[in-house]
């Protein structure tokens, strides 16, 4: 990708930015539920 102005730098960081800020909540809430998740038969 050509960056040739500082807006374009700005508009690039943003969204990449964006698509982690995505990516780790996603992947938090997987893990929560995973730490969280109990087997049933183990506690009998």
């Known amino acids: 990708m ?3 102005t500082l807006q ?3 508009t ?3 969204g990449i ?3 982690l800020m995505v990516l780790i909540l996603v ?3 997987g893990f929560w539920l995973f730490l969280t998740e109990r087997d ?3 506690y009998e």
């Open 2 to 4: 050509d960056i040739f």
């Open 40 to 42: 049933e038969d183990d």
């Open 17 to 19: 930015t964006y698509i």
């Open 27 to 29: 992947g938090m809430t």
């Open 8 to 10: 374009d730098f700005y």
């Open 12 to 14: 690039y960081t943003k």
